[in-house]
C-alpha cells in the first residue's frame, strides 16, 4: 500500500521541496520545543508547540 500511494506523490514532493528551496525565507514550522509550565497549562517536562 506504501507504495501504492507514494509512487504519484514522489514528483510534485521534489518539485515542492525545489520551490522551497529557491524563496528568498524560510518560516517557521511547528516544531516543537520546551515552553515551561509559566502559564501552568502545560505538564512539567512535557514540549509544547510554538
Do not use: C, F, H, I
Request: net charge negative; proline share 8%; hydrophobic share 35%.
Amino acid at each position: 500500500m506504501y507504495k501504492r500511494l507514494s509512487a504519484p506523490l514522489e514528483q510534485p514532493a521534489w518539485e515542492e521541496l525545489e520551490v522551497a528551496r529557491q524563496q528568498s525565507v524560510a518560516d517557521v514550522d511547528e516544531t516543537g520545543a520546551p515552553t515551561g509550565n509559566a502559564d501552568g497549562g502545560s505538564p512539567v517536562g512535557k514540549r509544547g508547540w510554538l
